[in-house]
């Protein structure tokens, strides 16, 4: 019997038993993907971490995080209206092709997925038709002669490109994509029109994203609750609650809802009106597609609202908090400006850095 994780969460018989069901199809590659990503999932809630299911099954880590986000993309596409054979197609294959849709809304996940589909797409394929989709979401008023129809989003996004491309032969290929999936005759104009309209129109590259770093430990300081002011009674020490710290940012939560997390004092932040904090991890941000995916902390300050072309900015996008960088002054609210991104200080030895005899030795 496989040993159980440290963490188990209170295990009945039954509990058991279905954790080490799953733990044996998943060794011997029982089902689909979809179902393996499904017990994975569970097995996960249950305190099973990464490696203790690499361990008894020889998925690795992140092909676990592929499957069980792919299932729940999978599992998402009859809801949102996604075709049968769609459906069956990726019943059997694809989970890096649905993983790539994973930040669509569940009517976009389905339309992509019927897209990449028909079109037979690859996963880089399929990460740059969601990125084109997710754009185009953000319109709020259609660009002319384009549909909302997914095609027509990808061919928006190439039609765009080629515009701002002097190179004829990569104009071509855009062209070309773009008459591939471009769904209406309004759409297909527009691209066509590129063929006898050599006018490039320049691209404002983005703005570097605003990333920091903590590189000494006086930049990491420590919160610590305060009991109140003099004079106290002893009940009133005792009703502090402890404190647990959280990596990698050391943010501490009391009873309630409430958290903080503690921050150096540089002028950007000094100068913030109405700073708040949003955890996140890197690969939802813009532009960080070949980086590799950690933990951030986004400062917002609320009260910069106005646009400007340097900056990101917090938006809504489909009820949710969304990263954007927008070229000219966008119809959207803004809903606060991006003025710091920090990543978490590197520690090689966690462990070492307590102990200065070793360190000055």
């Known amino acids: 019997m496989t040993d159980l994780p440290p963490n ?16 044996r199809k998943l060794r011997q590659k029982q089902g689909n993907w979809v179902e393996w990503g499904q017990a994975i999932a569970y097995l996960q809630k249950a305190g099973y971490n990464p490696q203790d299911i690499f361990e008894a099954t020889g ?38 092709i649905l993983y790539e849709l994973r930040l669509l809304t569940h009517e976009e996940r389905a339309a992509a997925a019927d ?45 765009k490109l080629a515009r701002q491309n002097t190179d004829l032969q990569e104009r071509s290929r855009l062209i070309a994509k773009g008459l591939r999936f471009a769904h209406t005759q309004t759409a297909r104009k527009q691209i066509e029109q590129l063929l006898t309209d050599f006018t490039v129109v320049p691209k404002r590259p983005a703005p570097l994203l605003p990333f920091y770093r903590l590189e000494s430990e006086e930049e990491l300081p420590r919160i ?15 009703a502090v609650p402890l404190v647990t710290e959280i990596q990698p940012f050391r943010m501490v939560k009391f009873t309630g809802e409430q958290a903080w997390v503690p921050l150096p004092g540089w002028q950007v932040l000094l100068s913030a009106e109405d700073p708040v904090v949003i955890l996140a991890t890197s690969d939802r941000l813009p532009n960080q597609i070949q980086n590799q995916p950690g933990q951030v902390l986004l400062v917002v300050d609320r009260a910069q609202r106005q646009w400007d072309a340097s900056s990101y900015f917090i938006v809504e996008n489909s009820g949710e908090l969304d990263i954007q960088w927008f070229e000219t002054e966008p119809e959207i609210p803004l809903l606060g400006k991006i003025i710091i991104i920090l990543r978490p200080k590197k520690i090689l030895d966690e462990e070492l850095t307590k102990d200065s005899w070793q360190i000055d030795e």
Request: glycine share 6%; aromatic share 8%.
């Open 224 to 238: 610590v609750p305060v009991v109140g002011e003099l004079p106290l009674a002893p009940n009133d020490l005792k």
């Open 115 to 159: 897209l990449t589909f028909q079109h037979k797409l690859d996963m880089d394929e399929a990460r740059e038709i969601a990125k084109a989709i997710k754009e185009f979401s953000r319109f709020r008023h259609l660009p002319e002669g384009f549909s909302a129809h997914p095609g027509d989003a990808v061919a928006y996004s190439t039609w």
């Open 59 to 96: 998925f690795e880590p992140i092909q676990q995080n592929q499957v069980v986000v792919g299932s729940q993309v999978y599992n998402s596409l009859e809801q949102g209206g996604a075709s049968e054979a769609t459906r069956s197609h990726y019943a059997t294959r694809g989970s890096d």
């Open 8 to 23: 188990f969460q209170n295990p009945n018989n039954a509990d058991l038993d279905t954790a080490q069901e799953l733990l």
